[in-house]
């Protein structure tokens, strides 16, 4: 495996994938899904609330079966308390399956802790899957160190999916402690970062767009990230995968940091 790639779990990934938030049910997106596969996306990420189902929807029509050397994530139980009960993620994990036209979802995160659910409840709800072949994977998302420690008592976790970009580094102990223990860290909204004149200045000298450094500036951050910037534009797309052929120097990397 080259530094551009990584192991989820037991899948080797590239190491930038899709991000699907936006994603709606038209023709021209089902396409956008398999070309985003065919130029070397290898994990795309949705959840069963993203565009009231549709994202789902859309990577089922484009992908099923899912490719072998594809990961397809998808996440349950947000949108206030009490949607981490075990009866609420039994139903997502059921609709999604049926909206990815899949029998077993390759990457499935507990998408927010529920306040008024133990996570070890919400979690013992997707092993359940997981011990039936209907879940391969489990992460979890916007989380802690002590969050992860516990979910990892009640089940195997490969991924951690929290809020973190050049401008965001609320998490910087979780991508660490990630790097740490072999768990993969993707982050999402990579892009919703400001950067400033030292960004501009270092898209310059690469020639590359400030996105592309964004990326570059997290992959070279930790070798456990795995970012997922979202775009319904195949040349957008193109752009973000270029950002993993982009090294830059230490001196820049403190730059930005």
Not at 19 to 27: I, S
Not at 44 to 66: K, M, N, V
Not at 209 to 226: F, G, I, K
Request: proline share 5%; hydrophobic share 40%.
């Amino acid at each position: 495996m080259d530094e551009n790639s990584m192991k989820v779990g037991d899948i080797d990934a590239a190491r930038i994938g899709l991000g699907t938030n936006q994603l709606t049910k038209t023709p021209d997106n089902v396409a956008l899904i398999k070309a985003a596969v065919a130029a070397g996306v290898q994990m795309i990420d949705t959840a069963h609330s993203y565009t009231g189902g549709q994202s789902e929807e859309t990577i089922g029509a484009a992908l099923s079966p899912t490719p072998t050397n594809c990961i397809v994530a998808t996440k349950g139980g947000i949108g206030g308390p009490g949607r981490g009960r075990p009866e609420v993620l039994r139903s997502e994990i059921e609709e999604s399956l049926r909206r990815l036209r899949t029998d077993r979802i390759n990457l499935y995160y507990l998408h927010r802790v529920d306040p008024e659910t133990p996570l070890e409840e919400s979690l013992g709800a997707i092993k359940e899957y997981q011990d039936r072949g209907k879940i391969q994977h489990v992460g979890v998302s916007e989380v802690g160190i002590e969050q992860i420690e516990r979910a990892r008592r009640v089940v195997p976790v490969v991924a951690v999916q929290n809020y973190y970009n050049l401008s965001e580094r609320k998490y910087e102990a979780v991508v660490d402690y990630c790097a740490g223990e072999g768990i993969v860290f993707v982050p999402f909204f990579p892009l919703r970062a400001s950067g400033g004149r030292a960004l501009d200045e270092i898209a310059e000298r690469h020639r590359a767009t400030r996105q592309q450094v964004m990326l570059a500036w997290l992959l070279r951050r930790s070798p456990a990230m795995l970012p997922i910037p979202g775009t319904l534009s195949l040349a957008h797309l193109k752009d973000n995968l270029a950002a993993l052929k982009i090294e830059l120097t230490d001196a820049e990397f403190v730059a930005l940091r």
